[in-house]
Each structure stands twice: as structure tokens, then as C-alpha cells.
């Protein structure tokens, strides 16, 4: 049965590139997550003022496992920042990429985004957002966060085969961007948010 490797984490960290590299590494079949969603209109809305689509959560998984089952490649590699939609029992590793905060920004505002939108992407990353969906559906024992802050793209991706060859993932410790960022920069993020 096909091996599966979910990259995930916020909008512009590399997974779309890692995922690529990866894939052609390994010889795997990749997903988009998000192409995936868009191309087979798995999505119950679209959200005008945060400019994306709500996911039919459902819809994705079971298309996910479809995708799984109909594999023949010895690996598949999928990506995308809702990467905890796919069904836990096929997964073997998940990634999840990080980025220090404020190279995350910069790269945000480079593609144009509004503020209101780079600013929700960031305080995900503070916050450790798509670690804690993923820990909440696979605990902590198949969450692997890599750091990808001042990395280069294909020292990211011999990390992560490195690890899948290995069969193990990197040591436990999480990343915590609190404690490396002035509080004035935390509030400048995360004062936008609404609980």
C-alpha cells in the first residue's frame, strides 16, 4: 500500500515547492490540496472578506482516500494548510513546515495580499495553528514541525526524506515563536484576530 507524507502549514512556507521536489525525490504522486478543493468544487462557499473558499471538510476526505486507494506509486505526497483533512488512518508522516513570523509577512505582503489577510496567515503561524489541527486529529506521535526558516528548498526536502528513509521524525520539540518575538510585534498580529 501507497506511503503518504502530508506537508502542511500556512500560506507561504514552501509547501507547494517542497511538495514538488519531494515528490519527483521519491517518485510519488503529489496532491494540492487546495487545487484539489478548487478542480473538483469540494467547497460549500466562498468566503468574500477573508478571499477563500469554505471546504466541504467531508468531501475532501473522502476524495482524499479515493486519491489513496487508486495509487500505484510506492509514495504519495500531499500538500496543503488543511493538511489534517486527510483520513489519519493512511497517514505515515506529517510535516508541518514552519517559518519565523516576520519572513512569513514579508512574503505575504510580496504577493499582494490584504493586510487583514496577511496578518490572519501570520498570527496562524505564532499561534502554532496548523501543528495543533494536526496533534488534535493524529497526537503528537505523527506531527513532525521542520523549520524552514533560512533554509534552502533542497535542504528542506533531504531533511524530510532523510527522515522518511529513516522511518522516524525529528526530535518533539515544538516550535514556540512567542518567545522570539518582541511583544509589539505580537500584538501588531495578533490584535486583528476575533475569538
Same mark, same amino acid.
Given at each position: 500500500m501507497v506511503k503518504v507524507i502530508v506537508l502542511s502549514g500556512v500560506p507561504g512556507v514552501g509547501k507547494s515547492t517542497i511538495a514538488e521536489k519531494l515528490a519527483r525525490k521519491l517518485g510519488a504522486e503529489v496532491v494540492h490540496l487546495s487545487k484539489l478543493v478548487v478542480d473538483n468544487k469540494l467547497y460549500? +462557499?466562498?468566503?468574500?472578506?477573508?478571499?477563500?473558499?469554505?471546504?466541504?471538510?467531508?468531501k475532501v476526505r473522502e476524495k482524499v482516500k479515493e486519491l489513496i486507494i487508486e495509487c500505484e506509486k510506492e509514495y504519495m505526497v500531499i500538500e496543503g494548510h488543511y493538511g489534517e483533512l486527510v483520513p489519519k488512518e493512511y497517514v505515515d508522516f506529517f510535516f508541518v513546515l514552519r517559518l519565523n513570523p516576520l519572513i512569513l509577512?514579508?512574503?505575504?505582503?510580496?504577493?499582494?495580499? %490584504?493586510?487583514?489577510?496577511?496578518? #490572519?496567515?501570520v498570527a496562524a503561524e505564532i499561534l502554532a495553528v %496548523?501543528?495543533?489541527?494536526?496533534?488534535?486529529?493524529?497526537? #503528537?506521535?505523527?506531527?513532525?514541525?521542520?523549520?524552514?526558516?533560512?533554509?534552502?528548498?533542497? +535542504?528542506v526536502v533531504n531533511e524530510i526524506f532523510n527522515y522518511i528513509k529513516e522511518g522516524v521524525c525529528p526530535t518533539k520539540q515544538f516550535i514556540d515563536w512567542t518567545i522570539l518575538l518582541k511583544y509589539e510585534l505580537l500584538e501588531k498580529f495578533l490584535k486583528t484576530l476575533h475569538f
Open positions: 460549500v +462557499d466562498y468566503d468574500e472578506v477573508r478571499e477563500t473558499y469554505i471546504v466541504d471538510e467531508e509577512y514579508e512574503r505575504l505582503k510580496k504577493r499582494k495580499w %490584504p493586510e487583514r489577510k496577511v496578518k #490572519e496567515n %496548523p501543528t495543533i489541527n494536526a496533534i488534535s486529529v493524529l497526537g #503528537e506521535d505523527k506531527v513532525c514541525e521542520i523549520n524552514v526558516t533560512g533554509k534552502e528548498i533542497d +535542504d
